[in-house]
Structure formats: C-alpha cells, structure tokens
C-alpha cells in the first residue's frame, strides 16, 4: 500500500474580527406593516418579507450582501408605556458561508428596531445562546429561530412601529466570541405595530461608578425597583443606545433581590472587543430596563459605522429610548481619534546661531506607517508519508511543510492558525482521518513581537484543531512580525485495509 500525499490549500484571513464570518448570520429583516384597515391582533400575526441586507464579515474580508427572508412576530398587540412585548424571530440562510465545518458552535442572534410613531430610540432583542451546526461552503448558514422580549420606553404613546435597522451574531469559537454585524439597506419597513395605553410604572434605576474604565475592568452595577428574583442580563451599546452587544463583556453576574435591588458587575472584555469612547450600558431583566453611560479608555478603535441609511420616520441612529437611572451624567461627545504621529510636515526652520557665530537649522521628519494585512505562506503543498508493504508496518511518520504567519496589523487582538483534515481515499479503501495525529511547535522569528502558543497534540479530522495561536498579551501595545508553525505528522494504520494510494486534504485557516 502506498499512503503518497495530502495537499495543504493556502488560504489566507485577515483577523479583524476573527471567526464570526464562519458562524455569521443574523441579518435585520424588513416587513411591511398593518394595513390602516387591519384589526389589532394583525401585528402579531406575524409577516415575512426578504429585503436586502449588507453584512460585515470579519478577518478583513470585507462585506457581502443579498437577500433575507425573515419573519417577526410581535405580542401582545397592546401594552401599557413600561410593558414587556414579545418579539419571535424566523430568519432564513444567510448570505455568508463558512469555509469550516463546525458543530455545536455556541451561537446568539440579536436583532435591533429603530421605533417610530409613539416614541423614538431604538431597542434591542438578543435570544438565548444557543449551539449551531455550521455547513461547509457553498452551503449557506441557517440562523436559528429565536424569541425575546423588550420593554416599552416608559415615555411611549400611542401606536409604536417596529422597524429593524441591524442585527448582530455572536458566535464562541476557542474561548473566544466573534462579531459579525449586518444592516439593513433596501426594503427597510415596519414589521408591525404596538398601540400603548395606560399610565407608566415607576422606572427601574441603574448606578454605575463614575470614571473611566479600561478594557477587561470589573465594572459594579446597582440599582432600585428590579423584577425581583429576575436574571439581568447586559448589553454594550455605542452612545447613542445602539449598536449593543453582549460580547462586549467577557462575564456578567448580576442579580436581583427579593426586595427589587439589582446588585453584582460586569467585566469588561479585551482592548480588541471594546472600542474607546463613550458607551451606553443596558440592562434588561425581561421586564425592567435602564441605561447608564459608561467611559472606556484604552480600547480599540471603534469599527466603521454599519447603520442603515435614514429611515422614513427618522434619522438612522435614533437617540436611546431606556430609562435612566440617577446616576446618569449627561453624555460627552465623542473623544478625538489621535494621528499615529504628531502634526509635523516636511517642513524646516532655521534659527540664531550662537557660540562659534555660524547659523543653525531644523529640519523636522516625519513618516506614516500604515497597518499590514495578516497573512501566512507554506513551504509546499505536499506531504509524503512513503510506500511500504502492507502487513510489515503500521506507522508511518512525516513533516508538515512549515507554515509562516505575518502579522502587520499593529494591534493587540492575537489570532489563530487551525487545521482540518479530511478522511484518506483510494479508489477501494479509507483510512479515517483520527489516523493522523500530530503534534504541533510554533515559534517567534528574530524582531517579532508576542509568543505564540502551539497547539495541543492529538488526532486530526473535521473539527479544527489549533496549530498555532497568538493570545491578546497585556504587556505590550501590540503583537506582530513572523511566526512559523510546524508539525510532526503520524500515521497510524487501522487495521487491514485495501492496498491503493490513499489521498487527503488538510485545511489551514488563519484567523
């Protein structure tokens, strides 16, 4: 039997935001709203239309658009200005597809409405993390259905329209959640409406600490007139409310007493998660909701704006629509974004001499460096495990053609370099890909910056098995420059199987 090769295909992903492109989904869905005629209960029925929806794929693939066709349900059809509505939310494949295979990957869709009519703002409704199975390309990606509630701005009147605006998936992949944002640009309409009537509760009060807060901080949160015994949860929102995420926090743990008082914190998640700049911190325990600012320093820089453009019934970034409590300070406007290098152009300047009488001159350098892209190379594209008869041996060694990582990113986010492997063939026989283990090494060439961290020895096969990965380091302002990641290879035949040349493809991706 001769076990010849398996190619190794270069595939090169920028890490910008990592793996959320192969679990992306998630997209804002546009409906059209009742007819004047229409009964109440027409808005929650349900309806379903297919607008389309421009989506930021992370790993600096830049983004992808099409079609959506998604379904909202809203109920109950009337609520008193504080009330609790219930959103159900159907969406169909997206548009992105995945050049993984993962299953169980966990997963949370969230969906954004700008609201109009009877109050202003926007609000936001996450479902549940959930695990996902995700289909190798050409496949597209099936979103899970959801449901979640919302509560009514305390300030509402009269009939309320929903319209999406945005949606935002979060998907966990080696202990890490990626972000993949989408928004709505074309067929954007009301998917129904909410009549509010009656008189306000009391509003529910949120105190966070003054003072800025830099990534990964544990940041304390309390607060009055809760749903006692209600589970919190957290969102991260740009100033204006919205924008939110919850993978803007690594943990959250809040509760609520038997007495109505929210107690407990959040923790921040790293500088590559959370942009510097002025942010809104929401709550919501499924009946209550407020909002409080909140300053981070040190973070990343905040990512291109992927707001719809303007919608009918207001401006595309409507202002906040949660309670807030006491403690909220009036918002500051967003913070100058500092040049990588002072102000200084080619210019030059000449001054008095002195000491021996001559002349004396300036002349004041300056460059600009721009960011890389995050890429990696092989040596080949073949690996070899000989011929040998069968029945003589069992094992069979080899090298993986050594990969090289360039990182010119200038920041400190890290990535991941992983590997699947499909099962080896012959035209009569097949060896199950767990036959080949490995064990991997990575190291730092001269002048790079950060360690990397191999991967875990073990069999390879269709799920991803970490290479090599760069973590965020917190004490240096970036990572970057070469790496090169390598492997030992073992084959380990299963028994008798048919003689032949068996073939296989090992998958690298970086991200």
């Given at each position: 039997m001769r076990t010849r090769r398996h190619t190794v295909p270069r595939r090169r992903l920028a890490a910008a935001a990592g793996f959320l492109l192969l679990l992306s989904g998630g997209t804002?869905?546009?409906?059209?709203?009742?007819?004047?005629?229409?009964?109440?209960?027409?808005?929650?029925?349900?309806?379903?239309?297919?607008?389309?929806?421009?989506?930021?794929?992370?790993?600096?693939?830049?983004?992808?658009?099409?079609?959506?066709?998604i379904t909202v349900e809203l109920s109950p059809a009337t609520v008193a200005p504080g009330g609790t509505v219930h959103v159900e939310v159907d969406l169909g494949p997206t548009p992105a597809t995945s050049p993984l295979e993962l299953e169980d990957a966990p997963f949370t869709a969230g969906i954004e409405f700008a609201l109009s009519g009877g109050a202003g703002g926007t609000v936001t409704v996450f479902g549940k993390p959930t695990p996902v199975d995700v289909p190798l390309a050409p496949a597209r990606i099936q979103v899970p259905s959801y449901e979640g509630e919302f509560m009514m701005p305390l300030d509402?009147?009269?009939?309320?329209?929903?319209?999406?605006?945005?949606?935002?998936?979060?998907?966990?992949?080696?202990?890490?959640?990626?972000?993949?944002?989408?928004?709505?640009?074309?067929?954007?309409?009301?998917?129904?409406t909410v009549d509010v009537s009656g008189e306000p509760g009391p509003a529910a009060t949120l105190t966070v600490?003054?003072?800025?807060?830099?990534?990964?901080?544990?940041?304390?949160?309390?607060?009055?007139?809760?749903?006692?015994?209600?589970?919190?949860?957290?969102?991260?929102?740009?100033?204006?409310?919205?924008?939110?995420s919850p993978a803007k926090f690594?943990?959250?743990?809040?509760?609520?007493?038997?007495?109505?008082?929210?107690?407990?914190?959040v923790?921040?998640?790293?500088?590559?998660?959370?942009?510097?700049?002025?942010?809104?911190?929401?709550?919501?325990?499924?009946?209550?909701?407020?909002?409080?600012?909140?300053a981070v320093e040190g973070g990343g820089a905040a990512p291109d704006d992927l707001d719809p453009s303007t919608s009918p019934d207001g401006p595309?970034?409507?202002?906040?629509?949660?309670p807030s409590g006491p403690s909220d300070g009036s918002t500051a406007g967003p913070s100058a974004s500092p040049s990588l290098l002072p102000g200084v152009g080619g210019t030059s300047e000449s001054g008095s001499g002195s000491?021996?009488?001559?002349?004396?001159?300036?002349?004041?350098?300056?460059?600009?460096?721009?960011?890389?892209?995050?890429?990696?190379?092989?040596?080949?594209?073949?690996?070899?495990?000989g011929t040998f008869e069968l029945g003589q041996q069992s094992t069979a060694t080899a090298a993986l053609n050594t990969v090289t990582v360039s990182d010119g990113r200038g920041r400190n986010i890290g990535w991941s370099l992983t590997a699947t492997l499909t099962d080896l063939t012959s035209g009569s026989g097949?060896?199950?890909?767990?036959?080949?283990?490995?064990?991997?090494?990575?190291?730092?060439?001269?002048?790079?910056?950060?360690?990397?961290?191999?991967?875990?020895?073990?069999?390879?096969?269709?799920?991803?098995?970490?290479?090599?990965?760069?973590?965020?380091?917190?004490?240096?302002?970036l990572t970057g420059g070469k790496f090169r990641a390598d492997a030992s290879l073992s084959l380990t035949f299963p028994g008798y199987v048919p003689p032949g040349e068996y073939k296989a493809t090992l998958q690298l991706t970086l991200l």
């Open positions: 804002a869905g546009a409906a059209e709203s009742p007819s004047p005629g229409a009964s109440p209960d027409a808005a929650a029925a349900g309806v379903t239309v297919e607008p389309t929806v421009s989506c930021r794929l992370p790993a600096g693939q830049g983004d992808t658009a099409g079609p959506q066709r509402a009147r009269r009939p309320v329209r929903l319209t999406p605006t945005r949606t935002l998936t979060v998907t966990r992949v080696l202990d890490r959640d990626f972000e993949t944002p989408c928004a709505v640009r074309s067929g954007a309409e009301a998917v129904g600490a003054d003072g800025a807060v830099e990534p990964g901080a544990v940041v304390e949160l309390s607060g009055t007139r809760w749903t006692p015994g209600a589970e919190p949860r957290a969102v991260l929102c740009g100033e204006d409310g919205a924008g939110c690594a943990r959250t743990a809040l509760e609520v007493s038997e007495g109505g008082r929210l107690s407990g914190s923790t921040l998640a790293e500088a590559d998660a959370v942009p510097s700049g002025d942010h809104r911190l929401r709550v919501f325990d499924g009946a209550r909701e407020a909002g409080a600012r909140l595309s970034r409507p202002a906040d629509s949660f000491g021996l009488g001559s002349d004396m001159g300036q002349q004041h350098l300056a460059t600009y460096i721009t960011p890389g892209p995050l890429a990696m190379t092989q040596s080949g594209d073949a690996v070899d495990f097949r060896i199950p890909a767990s036959a080949v283990s490995w064990v991997p090494s990575c190291v730092a060439e001269t002048g790079s910056v950060g360690r990397p961290t191999a991967g875990a020895p073990g069999p390879l096969g269709p799920q991803a098995s970490s290479l090599c990965t760069m973590r965020h380091h917190a004490r240096t302002p």
